[in-house]
């Protein structure tokens, strides 16, 4: 389909909430295919509409190449584990900058797919931390809200960096 523009850090869409979808039709499976082929080319192995501006709560996350996409519509989190584990993590739309992030170490999510029907999906370890990050996103939290202050001060002069080298 697309590769569509994204949404760079610190633009303020990335911290509204999206909005549920409701209408599971052509419109939501084309957007679904511009996140995968704009997800690709970022490259990334996650992306929410939020990142190409558009605030519905839709999610594609490719893990292992080859493997196919997963695609999660209004997804949310029904349970998550007390253990913790640590994973780098960032953001295609904040190139270039990495961090370590504790999140939980399982979490159950509900969501539909591109025709509406529910699923729930149990994960751990790398596409627990993936599903985490991609409701924060949908849920208006910006992954470096997970860090301690110091680390998202330092982490955002340094992506400040990068941009006016990049310009």
Request: net charge negative; charged share 30%.
């Amino acid at each position: 389909m697309a590769v569509r523009p994204l949404v760079r850090f610190p633009d303020p869409r990335l911290r509204l909430p999206a909005t549920p979808v409701t209408a599971f039709d052509a419109a939501l499976e084309a957007l679904a295919q511009d996140l995968l082929d704009t997800m690709h080319a970022a490259p990334g192995v996650g992306i929410t509409a939020p990142h190409v501006g558009v605030p519905l709560r839709l999610a594609v996350i490719e893990i292992e190449t080859g493997a196919g996409p997963s695609i999660y519509v209004n997804p949310r989190i029904v349970d998550a584990s007390r253990d913790r584990i640590r994973h780098v993590e960032g953001s295609v739309s904040m190139p270039g900058v990495t961090e370590e992030v504790e999140r939980a170490a399982r979490v159950r999510v509900a969501f539909q797919d591109l025709e509406g029907r529910t699923h729930e999906e149990e994960a751990e370890g790398f596409l627990a931390v993936c599903l985490q990050h991609e409701i924060d996103q949908l849920d208006g939290i910006f992954w470096i809200d997970r860090l301690s202050r110091l680390k998202r001060d330092r982490l955002v002069k340094r992506f400040g960096k990068l941009e006016k080298r990049e310009r």
